[in-house]
Nanobody, 122 residues
Framework: QVQLVESGGGLVQPGDSLRLSCAAS???????MGWFRQAPGKEREFVAA????????VYAASVRDRFTISRDSARNTMSLEMNGLKPEDTAVYYC????????????????WGQGTQVTVSS
């Protein structure tokens, strides 16, 4: 059984940093893992993805120079380090297990966490 639990969200000011974590249980070898986000009234949006085996990464253009995705295979955790946060980064952030490419499409993920709220506001 696959379970994903996000943590680390909160209320921060523009320019601040946050580190989100995703605690994962189940099988992840040969899979990709991703972060998505969803703001009120908007569709779920791809943020970043990483391959579990080799740590190859993909980022959305809007976060490429500010966010860093990583995974710790030994501890079954995935993280998203977010720097230089902007008000437009405000959303619920979800981690998910990817089962096929392209990794940017939410339909290509089969298990999702419950999400963690990130609010960027002055």
């Amino acid at each position: 059984q696959v379970q994903l639990v996000e943590s680390g969200g909160g209320l921060v000011q523009p320019g601040d940093s946050l580190r989100l974590s995703c605690a994962a249980s189940g099988s992840f070898n040969h899979y990709g893992m991703g972060w998505f986000r969803q703001a009120p009234g908007k569709e779920r949006e791809f943020v970043a993805a990483i391959t579990w085996d080799f740590g190859l990464t993909v980022y959305a253009a809007s976060v490429r120079d500010r966010f860093t995705i990583s995974r710790d295979s030994a501890r079954n955790t995935m993280s998203l380090e977010m720097n230089g946060l902007k008000p437009e980064d405000t959303a619920v952030y979800y981690c998910a297990r990817g089962i096929r490419t392209p990794v940017t499409l939410a339909n290509n993920y089969d298990y999702w966490g419950q999400g963690t709220q990130v609010t960027v506001s002055s």
